[in-house]
């Protein structure tokens, strides 16, 4: 069965530092979304992408934040310049036109 | 803004017992997930209710969805150690380009032997 996957499972990093964190979305699927989880609290929506931009971002998605697909298989998060409350879990997701299907996750961890 | 609720936020039951989680949405929606999530790992779907009055069964667990109430429930039957986890509801709003997941706050399950 097609899923998502994602790496690294867990990236520790120093704050200010610069993180990229990666997905494979399941390959016939055409809406890509990253969400995020503070450990212990509820799941939040960042960014949609579509047809090789934005449809949707969060306040939290600032312009420390992007997004790209540089290859068609790939979809990244960039994270420029990194901050303690960045912690957290990093779900990608990808859809057709149906439900989403959530990846493993990437822990981030700021120190 | 939608806001998605759930309660309990924490439930602590014996194995063998029925209890409901309920979910509270603020606006219109397009489709309600369950999702399970256990510690460290991702969201397994459990089940998508796409039409007021859906009912959908999965061994012990029943979701059902009453789109005029803007409510969700979540039952489980005859409790077992293994449907410890976390569970969330998420609201699935189509903004036109994509959808976009607003999670209720989650409740932790723990059922004891």
């Known amino acids: 069965e097609p899923e998502v996957t994602q790496t690294p499972s867990h990236q520790v990093t120093q704050m200010g530092q610069e993180v990229i964190l990666r997905c494979v979305p399941i390959?016939?699927?055409?809406?890509f979304y990253w969400y995020r989880q503070i450990l212990g609290q509820k799941v939040e929506f960042l960014v949609s992408?579509?047809?090789?931009?934005?449809?949707?971002k969060s306040e939290i998605f600032d312009d420390q934040f992007s997004v790209e697909r540089p290859d068609g298989s790939n979809f990244t998060l960039k994270i420029r310049s990194t901050k303690l409350e960045d912690s957290a879990m990093y779900f990608c997701?990808?859809?057709?036109?149906?439900?989403?299907?959530f990846g493993p996750g990437t822990r981030l961890t700021v120190l | 803004e939608l806001k998605v609720e759930q309660n309990p936020l924490f439930l602590s039951m014996q194995e063998g017992k029925n209890y409901t989680i309920y979910c509270n949405y603020s606006t219109t929606s397009d489709r309600l997930y369950w999702y399970r999530q256990d510690p460290g790992k991702s969201l397994e779907s459990l089940f998508v209710l796409l039409s007021n009055g859906a009912v959908k069964q999965e061994g012990r667990l029943m979701a059902s969805l009453d789109t005029k109430a803007r409510l969700s429930t979540l039952h489980i039957t005859a409790a077992v150690h293994d449907l410890s986890a976390t569970y969330f509801c998420?609201?699935?709003?189509?903004?036109?380009?994509?959808?976009?997941?607003?999670f209720g706050t989650g409740t932790r399950l723990q059922v004891t032997l």
């Open positions: 997701a990808s859809s057709g036109i149906g439900q989403s299907y």
């Open positions: 992408f579509y047809n090789n931009e934005i449809s949707e």
């Open positions: 390959s016939n699927h055409l809406y």
């Open positions: 998420a609201v699935d709003i189509y903004t036109g380009t994509a959808s976009k997941l607003t």
